[in-house]
T-cell receptor
């Protein structure tokens, strides 16, 4: 089944403790990205990757890192999480990121206390 | 500024009614427009993708239209069912935005039995 898989689905952590949210897609998509969803602010892009080893900042990249060492995986890293990073996170992928359908993972609900 | 707007924010209808959800965008320079469904606390499910050169797309009881000149898209749901209750989001990748999807705030639909 074609899908985007995120892990974990739920995570509660403490301020400053490094964490990684994994994202994997099995559709051979070139383009992958991360979004966060917050009440009243909607969905905003954090980082994106046009291809392997190519990443770039989205609208809200502060406090996050990403890497794209292989096509299928695009992990999101929070080196020192803070409470304002409490949010619902989505990973997405598409063939080109321009004119092709985007597929989203099931989301990761992160709470930083 | 490139923006996507959805009105109304919430809509309640009786079962069996046909309904239209609205999406407007400020710039006609989009590659496509995509409609998603989001159930509470869940991921985004792609419903329909309309390429910029197309006028409409249909899938089952859903029909989406696109009018770039007026900056509008509509999602028509025929014979609504309680299972259609969810938040519906539209999103578009604008030119020169690196493939970033800009989302509307969504319309929360409730279909009453």
């Amino acid at each position: 089944e074609a899908q985007v898989t995120q892990n974990p689905r739920y995570l509660i952590t403490v301020t400053g403790k490094k964490l990684t949210v994994t994202c994997s897609q099995n559709m051979n998509h070139e383009y992958m990205s991360w979004y966060r969803q917050d009440p009243g602010l909607g969905l905003r892009q954090i980082y994106y990757s046009m291809n392997v080893e190519v990443t770039d900042k989205g609208d809200v990249p502060e406090g996050y890192k990403v890497s794209r060492k292989e096509k299928r995986n695009f992990p999101l890293i929070l080196e020192s999480p803070s409470p304002n990073q409490t949010s619902l996170y989505f990973c997405a992928s598409s063939f080109t990121g321009l004119n092709t359908e985007a597929f989203f993972g099931q989301g990761t609900r992160l709470t930083v206390v | 500024k490139q923006e996507v707007t959805q009105i109304p924010a919430a809509l309640s209808v009786p079962e069996g009614e046909n309904l239209v959800l609205n999406c407007s965008f400020t710039d006609s320079a989009i590659y496509n427009l995509q409609w998603f469904r989001q159930d509470p606390g869940k991921g985004l499910t792609s419903l329909l993708l309309i390429q910029s050169s197309q006028r409409e797309q249909t899938s089952g009881r859903l029909n989406a239209s696109l009018d770039k000149s007026s900056g509008r898209s509509t999602l028509y749901i025929a014979a609504s069912q309680p299972g259609d209750s969810a938040t519906y989001l539209c999103a578009a990748p604008f030119y020169n935005q690196g493939g970033k999807l800009i989302f509307g705030q969504g319309t929360e639909l409730s279909v009453k039995p």
